[in-house]
């Protein structure tokens, strides 16, 4: 059985936690969870049937084998230095943004082993995708439990930590471009006389069946474009007017950008 805690009940960390479960099963889970607002502890409590208990951050790490840190950046310092103070090893897997192993570590205490991750919000409909590096003391089993945490929910990857600024620049920011290119499509259907809802429900089922193409067919993008690309055809007017106005370049830069700016907060 995993004893599993979860330090800040939110959004996202409840997220992975209902994907734990779901994947392992509550026969083979037991949960601790802790938060600075006691509604979101009970709220998360009520949604989860394996085994559950509550209290202070120092109690769910005594209390849990590995310990999820789902709390705002700003608060994980104080936090991890309550938590070093509690006896025995664990593992913590961090998803807080910006904060870099060398300072989890730092906080934690030399004997804890330390995960960092970058998750993103589709774990909340279990189609997330995250990338994680384990720190300087991290075992391999410790890499393989945190891929199987983060792939309750969607797909996790193992990346040198230097990358991990690229993987919040394309999957964490990434969701926010793909609901601008969902909304834009829709404009353009309403554009052309088709009803809001509509041309919403068409724009988001295109999305998400492409992305599932190239998921499951293995099949790069470049070769399933042209698979519905016909010489003359409707498909390649529209790809005309998509490479004039520099809908690649945007995109590319908008990763670059987002990339430069996750260094920037790594910084301070």
Request: glycine share 12%.
């Amino acid at each position: 059985m995993l004893k599993l805690g979860l330090i800040g009940c939110g959004k996202m960390g409840g997220a992975l936690l209902r994907g734990v479960e779901k994947a392992l099963g509550r026969k083979e889970l037991s949960v601790a969870l802790s938060d600075v607002v006691p509604a979101a502890v009970e709220a998360l409590k009520k949604g989860l049937t394996c085994s559950v208990t509550t209290g202070t951050p120092a109690q769910v790490a005594a209390a849990s084998e590995v310990v999820l840190l789902a709390v705002k950046p700003g608060d994980m310092q104080a936090l991890c230095k309550e938590l070093a103070k509690v006896k025995g090893s664990r593992l913590y897997l961090s998803i807080a943004a910006g904060l870099k192993l060398a300072d989890l570590e730092s906080w934690l205490g030399v004997k804890q082993r330390v995960v960092r991750s970058m998750p993103n919000t589709p774990a909340l409909v279990g189609t997330g995708a995250a990338a994680f590096a384990k720190g300087s003391t991290a075992t391999a089993e410790d890499a393989a439990l945190a891929k199987k945490i983060l792939g309750a929910v969607g797909t996790a990857d193992e990346v040198s930590e230097k990358l991990l600024d690229a993987v919040t620049g394309l999957s964490g920011s990434g969701p926010a471009y793909v609901y601008t290119v969902i909304e834009a499509l829709a404009d353009g259907g309403v554009l052309m006389g088709l009803p809001r809802a509509t041309a919403l429900t068409l724009a988001a089922q295109t999305v998400a069946g492409a992305a599932q193409m190239v998921l499951e067919t293995g099949k790069h993008p470049a070769a399933l474009r042209d698979e519905v690309t016909s010489p003359g055809g409707t498909t390649i007017a529209g790809l005309e007017q998509l490479e004039a106005h520099g809908l690649r370049n945007s995109l590319i830069q908008a990763v670059r950008k987002a990339t430069e700016k996750s260094v920037q907060l790594g910084m301070k």
